[in-house]
């Protein structure tokens, strides 16, 4: 068998000659001719095509690099064993790996404003090297500095918005308080005498809602009422606080929602409440003293120049009424609020029930307290990739050595609670151990209020419901359409976009004004609108 072998082939072998290269390397090996052919035969091509490649890089130029010439360019000189040598200057990454003076950032020279005005002067300057890259930095970190003051700026304003009491709601809580005074008809009895019993009937669907928001309570009610296939075995328990409980009040009796059973009842309603020590008093007190001391307020948090955006987002919201409303806090309690019922669903008033709420009573919960969805897992990640490590300090000790960073999280806002399962644990005394842990540790096992402690609290208690119960995020983020949040059992406005606020996102605020009578002469006098 006779080998030819192409003369562009030839150069590249040993100078000793191909038939000594053919001695060698069959003489060990015992290669017969035909595989010798093939291997030549392939290695001609390859080195055809790495030819090819190089020349069409090269007629495109540096300008233009079409998908070929790029290849070419990147894996010819690779086989044939040379590596391409960077064309940047070695000054350039010195000077933007320079780590930044803080004196010469507040000290420099007004830098570009635009790529444009960038370009328009290192063409007039014509720099060397160093220059140019010291201008680029300069530029950027400047960008970098106005983007975070801009970023920042952004989440004092929402922190501003979502804490602070809108007037309208000012308004209707006011008149309602004196209907509550002057209209008997606002006074009434909730719920009517003959209906009593069924407050600890446990034959009935018990709903628990613990807030200080009439307007949010009463979309809730309503939405909660009108979706219910069997709604004259509801009870609805409503807990306020003091000075929200006349106003609450009057607006249930002027709004009754039949054939429900709607109870409003004031904390100091409560026996256990009034006497003696109440642990969830004593942690606002101390948690609320402590915040203040080591947060120093919102402008201590903004006034930060070291930390991220992010992470002085989470400390405004840390702040938030919301985390020290004793409304928040008050459902670790629920076994001595209601002593005689068995199992209860307890709703957040920034949630919006749309479908029947009775097949939650059917769930097997495996002698498990708390029916919650788990935030670890959807198509949605975004809001469904909250872990452990998510709310708690991994980087403490006394967290890392008990818990888990990638156990899956699971969300408050609509939950079952098994009060008979409940009662046979030590659940509400592991929430205050925690809280007492957290106020010992400046606070630094935890950011924001009470799901983080209730995470620890109920660990190994609770039991996986189907994500359809609860759809979370409406409040801090709109990539959920209008479709998938109706599709949902219940949504939930959890985020600082509340939707009786202003800021609240106006594709998704609909689903929750729907639920709002406009035309009520309360509503329209306080000038609640639907947009």
């Given at each position: 068998?006779?080998?030819?072998?192409s003369?562009?082939?030839?150069?590249?072998?040993?100078?000793?000659?191909?038939?000594?290269?053919?001695?060698?390397?069959?003489?060990?090996?015992?290669?017969?001719?035909?595989?010798?052919?093939?291997?030549?035969?392939?290695?001609?091509?390859?080195?055809?095509?790495?030819?090819?490649?190089?020349?069409?890089?090269?007629?495109?130029?540096?300008r233009?690099?079409s998908?070929?010439?790029?290849?070419?360019?990147k894996?010819?000189?690779?086989i044939?064993?040379k590596?391409?040598?960077?064309?940047?200057?070695e000054?350039?990454y010195?000077?933007?790996?320079?780590p930044?003076?803080q004196?010469?950032?507040?000290?420099?020279?007004?830098?570009?404003q635009?790529?444009?005005?960038?370009i328009?002067e290192?063409?007039?300057?014509?720099?060397?090297?160093?220059?140019?890259?010291?201008?680029?930095?300069?530029?950027?970190?400047?960008l970098?500095?106005?983007?975070?003051?801009?970023?920042?700026?952004?989440?004092?304003?929402?922190?501003?918005?979502?804490?602070?009491?809108?007037?309208?709601?000012?308004?209707?809580?006011?008149?309602?308080?004196?209907?509550?005074?002057t209209?008997?008809?606002?006074?009434?009895?909730?719920?009517?005498?003959?209906?009593?019993?069924a407050?600890?009937d446990?034959?009935?669907?018990?709903?628990?809602?613990?807030?200080?928001?009439?307007?949010?309570?009463s979309?809730?009610?309503?939405?909660?009422?009108?979706?219910?296939i069997?709604?004259?075995?509801?009870?609805?328990?409503?807990?306020?606080?003091?000075?929200?409980?006349?106003?609450?009040?009057?607006?249930?009796?002027?709004?009754?929602?039949?054939?429900?059973?709607?109870?409003?009842?004031?904390?100091?309603?409560?026996?256990?409440?009034?006497?003696?020590?109440?642990?969830?008093?004593e942690?606002?007190?101390?948690?609320?003293?402590?915040?203040?001391?080591?947060?120093?307020?919102?402008?201590?948090?903004?006034?930060n120049?070291?930390?991220?955006?992010?992470?002085?987002?989470?400390?405004?919201?840390?702040?938030?009424?919301?985390?020290?409303?004793?409304?928040?806090?008050?459902?670790?309690?629920?076994?001595?609020?209601?002593?005689?019922?068995?199992?209860?669903?307890?709703?957040?008033?920034?949630?919006?029930?749309?479908t029947?709420?009775?097949?939650?009573?059917?769930?097997?919960?495996?002698?498990?307290?708390?029916?919650?969805?788990?935030?670890c897992?959807?198509?949605?990640?975004?809001?469904?990739?909250?872990?452990?490590?998510?709310?708690l300090?991994?980087?403490?000790?006394?967290?890392?050595?008990?818990?888990?960073?990638?156990?899956?999280?699971?969300?408050?806002?609509?939950?079952?609670?098994?009060?008979?399962?409940?009662?046979?644990?030590?659940?509400?005394?592991?929430?205050?151990y925690?809280?007492?842990?957290?106020?010992?540790?400046?606070?630094?096992?935890?950011?924001?209020?009470?799901?983080?402690?209730?995470?620890?609290?109920?660990?190994?208690?609770?039991?996986?419901?189907?994500?359809?119960?609860?759809m979370?995020?409406?409040?801090?983020?709109?990539?959920t359409?209008?479709?998938?949040?109706?599709?949902?059992?219940?949504?939930?406005?959890?985020?600082?976009?509340?939707?009786?606020?202003?800021?609240?996102f106006?594709?998704?605020?609909?689903?929750?004004?729907?639920?709002?009578?406009?035309?009520?002469k309360?509503?329209?006098?306080?000038?609640?609108?639907?947009?």
């Amino acid at each position: 068998m006779q080998l030819h072998i192409s003369p562009s082939l030839r150069h590249v072998l040993p100078a000793k000659g191909f038939k000594e290269f053919i001695k060698v390397k069959i003489g060990s090996k015992r290669l017969s001719y035909r595989m010798v052919f093939y291997c030549l035969l392939f290695l001609t091509f390859l080195l055809r095509f790495v030819f090819v490649l190089t020349a069409i890089d090269t007629i495109d130029g540096e300008r233009k690099c079409s998908t070929l010439g790029c290849l070419g360019k990147k894996i010819g000189p690779r086989i044939l064993g040379k590596r391409l040598e960077s064309t940047v200057p070695e000054v350039i990454y010195r000077v933007l790996e320079e780590p930044s003076d803080q004196t010469d950032t507040q000290t420099r020279p007004e830098s570009p404003q635009t790529l444009e005005e960038f370009i328009a002067e290192m063409k007039d300057g014509r720099p060397d090297a160093k220059t140019f890259a010291v201008k680029l930095k300069a530029m950027v970190t400047q960008l970098e500095e106005r983007t975070r003051t801009a970023k920042i700026q952004e989440y004092l304003y929402r922190h501003v918005a979502s804490s602070s009491i809108p007037k309208q709601l000012h308004c209707l809580a006011l008149k309602l308080a004196h209907e509550h005074s002057t209209n008997s008809n606002a006074r009434l009895q909730l719920p009517s005498p003959e209906l009593v019993p069924a407050l600890v009937d446990n034959s009935y669907f018990h709903f628990v809602l613990a807030s200080d928001n009439i307007l949010a309570a009463s979309v809730v009610a309503s939405s909660l009422v009108t979706n219910f296939i069997r709604p004259e075995k509801i009870v609805l328990h409503i807990i306020t606080d003091r000075k929200t409980y006349a106003p609450m009040q009057a607006w249930f009796s002027l709004h009754p929602l039949t054939p429900a059973v709607i109870e409003v009842k004031g904390l100091h309603h409560f026996d256990w409440f009034t006497k003696g020590r109440v642990p969830v008093m004593e942690a606002m007190e101390k948690d609320q003293k402590a915040r203040s001391q080591f947060r120093g307020g919102s402008s201590a948090i903004v006034a930060n120049k070291t930390e991220k955006p992010k992470i002085i987002a989470a400390k405004l919201q840390a702040l938030s009424p919301k985390y020290n409303s004793l409304m928040n806090h008050i459902r670790i309690h629920l076994p001595e609020l209601f002593p005689s019922l068995d199992k209860i669903v307890f709703l957040d008033d920034d949630i919006v029930v749309q479908t029947d709420l009775s097949p939650l009573w059917d769930i097997d919960m495996n002698g498990k307290v708390n029916g919650a969805v788990e935030t670890c897992r959807g198509e949605d990640k975004y809001v469904m990739s909250k872990r452990f490590k998510s709310y708690l300090n991994f980087s403490h000790p006394l967290i890392a050595e008990h818990f888990d960073p990638s156990e899956c999280a699971w969300a408050y806002g609509m939950n079952i609670f098994d009060l008979e399962e409940w009662r046979k644990t030590n659940i509400s005394h592991t929430y205050y151990y925690w809280l007492q842990q957290n106020l010992k540790s400046d606070l630094s096992l935890w950011q924001l209020g009470t799901l983080p402690p209730g995470l620890i609290a109920f660990h190994g208690h609770v039991h996986t419901i189907d994500p359809f119960w609860h759809m979370l995020g409406l409040g801090y983020q709109d990539n959920t359409t209008l479709a998938e949040a109706q599709s949902a059992g219940v949504i939930h406005f959890n985020g600082r976009a509340k939707p009786w606020l202003d800021i609240a996102f106006p594709q998704l605020r609909p689903l929750w004004t729907k639920y709002v009578n406009f035309s009520d002469k309360l509503i329209k006098s306080c000038h609640i609108r639907a947009s």
